[in-house]
């Protein structure tokens, strides 16, 4: 994911990660997020207590001024609505519609309901379990992968969407269509045959990881058949040898169902041979890529205007597509320029959705996965593409404690020079902040122009956060005592913010302040109180996709509190199990520092105080309460670590976080309880090294027929790479080879 690796607040993936890791302690452990990043800086929704892709507010209220604390977490298409912004042309409502088609046309085309893997139902396997009395999941893998050989020894991969939500549509569709015309499949061979043949078609759709499988294309039909079957067959062979990669015989077969002027497919089959041609000269090299390109860009323009007027408009677009892919360079800037600068037009929604493209391949370009010469270089000409780029490579809201974390050194010198010398000033005076790792980094004349920005500035609240952000990290690097005069003075600030210009932070604002501001906490009172944050909830999964914006919840306690790890991090375990028993706490939060703190315990070699943190968590959980009593019975270290690890699941990032070495300053603890929290992280880090694996492996050696043994392996299997991985599959295929764990584990990694 594009996110600084030295912070310490967890991503989406790692969230997820704790949520599974952690699911024997369902109702201890605080609140986790559960919602889809992905990679690269995605499009994709989001939810949580601080800004994750898309800020709180609906779209609308972003786009007309109301930007809050910026993240560059947040999608390319807000990028665009708060350059917009910044440089005094917020969007009306007609330019919000027109940005929100991109939001809309992504998560129908590429997320909705996820119509081509088997976590939904497919178009496709409806139609055919309704017409063709099938009872099987069909799951389409709609992502392909072609491996070329550059010539100079080396290989290059590129990896494609293939199969798309329209194409099982509209298999849908016809399906539909013959089995009202002709009968289901039971009532009619060549029905049957039909689906079949179809089946076959989406075989081709993804693969080619390892190796190109082959083609996988229904016969041709016989002669006995009818003629609505050859013509429809004529077609599904020639769609299989399109998402198989064989792009000459597709284009061929094509050709050939245009001249049959009766064929139903006869007006789309002239634009899916120019498809194929696009396809095969994108996956092309040099001079063959460009001239394939060029030719497939003809077909589409004169197919948009002369062809079937149906076609007419996805002609034209896939001919600009065509035009992007000879000069993506040339075509970022004109696009950059169109999109930041001039009016917008009809094309707007087409172009924002060419620059978020482009743009995407420029972040990229320079880190050795794609060949620059065929993608979008960075520009550095100060336009909104400029910028973007740079937005996206920010340091995030997100608080990194000691100020050290890679990339946040002096990163921000072409956008502090732009903020200093460009006419955008608020623009890429926001990013100078936001990229700075140090006060000392913003140029004199960019902090005087910061100095005057007022609340009712959009960059108001992303450059004053960032500035205390800088100077939390200045006290922390000069001091670690919590009541020293500059540290209380920048307590009085934050708050001061919080409290007196809440609206112009706006809730995932505030969040990111008040996390601020428990990190210069004084006491363990004042940290756990400025610990509550607003979580951010989505009244449906794509809610935004309405510019509904996320509803807000209350907070309640400090369960929505996401930043746990950073507690777990501070906190020795002697501290972590005297807070089990605070009444002042929430009951959640009790009830995961004993639990935590029980582990800990007995990873450290306080084996009694591990048993009576054990007897605690029983009672407050009694469902737990038979593994709890076999680990305080039990006599052997084997037995003790296997139930820990049946406890906790494979991941032990709240036992032992993988972010140690940056733990928080805790100016609320004496040093000598920050030297005992350090030193048992040490030790903690050493002694969970791939301790679920080790402790399922030590049990099963030790009590092979304990029957609970059969799904652990398979976890292990999946979790581990090489010699654990290796034992784990011997072991399951041992000890339980007719179990269902083993059926579905066929191999090791």
Known sequence: MERNPGRLYLNHQQLRQLSFAMKKLAGMLLTTLSAACLASGSDGPSAGPLPRDEPAVALSEFSAGRLGVLDPSFQRAYRVAAW??????????????????????????????????????????????????????????????????????????????????????????????????????????????????????????GGGFISTPPLDRPDPAPGSAPLWFKQDRAYQRAASEFYAGDFEQARADFEAIAKDSSSPWAQIAPYLSARALLRQGSLAEGKQRNMLIEQARARFLQLAATGPTRYRSAAKKLASKAAIELEPSKAFERLSLAIGEQPWGAETTRNIEDFISLLRQAENVGIGREDPEQHARPLTDGSLGDWAAEFGASVSVDPDFRGEAAGVQSSGAHACERAEHDRHHQAWTVVCYMRAGRESDIPLAVASFAAKLTPTDPAYATVTYNRLRLRKQALIQTSADGNAPPAAALRSQIDEEI???????????????????????????????????????????????????????????????????????????????????????????????????????????????ARQLAAVVKARKPREGSELDEFIKADTEVTRNYVLARFLGPSNDTVAPRDAGNAPVAFWLGREERREATAQMVKLRVAMQDYYARAVLAYARQTPKDPRLAANPTEVVYDNHGTLSRQAFVLLHRLFPKSDEAARTRYWY
């Open 499 to 609: 409290h007196q210009r809440a609206s112009v932070y706006g809730v995932d604002g505030l969040n990111a302040m008040r996390v601020l501001r428990s990190t210069v906490s004084n006491s363990e009172a004042d940290f756990l109180r400025q610990a509550v944050v607003q979580w951010l909830s989505e009244p449906a999964r794509y809610g935004w996709q309405q510019a509904a914006g996320r509803a807000v919840g209350e907070p309640t306690g400090l369960s929505p509190y996401d930043n746990t790890q950073e507690l777990y991090l501070m906190l020795p375990m002697s501290r972590m199990a005297a807070l089990s028993g605070d009444a002042e706490l929430s009951d959640s939060w009790r009830d995961s520092f004993a639990a935590v703190a029980m582990v800990r315990a007995a990873k450290l070699g306080n084996l009694e105080v």
């Open 84 to 205: 917009r912004v910044l440089n005094g042309n917020p969007l009306n409502t007609a330019q919000v519609a027109q940005l929100q088609a991109v939001f809309s046309d992504w998560s129908q085309g590429q997320r909705g309901a996820d119509p081509w893997n088997d976590r939904g139902e497919s178009p496709w396997t409806s139609a055919r379990k309704r017409y063709g009395a099938v009872t099987d999941v069909f799951g389409i893998d709609s992502t392909r992968t072609v491996t070329f050989n550059t010539g100079d020894g080396s290989e290059r991969s590129v990896s494609y969407d293939n199969c798309s939500q329209e194409g099982t549509q509209t298999a849908a569709e016809t399906l539909a269509a013959r089995a009202q015309a002709y009968g289901n499949a039971a009532g009619n061979k060549w029905v049957a045959e039909w689906i079949k043949g179809q089946d076959q078609v989406f075989n081709n759709c």
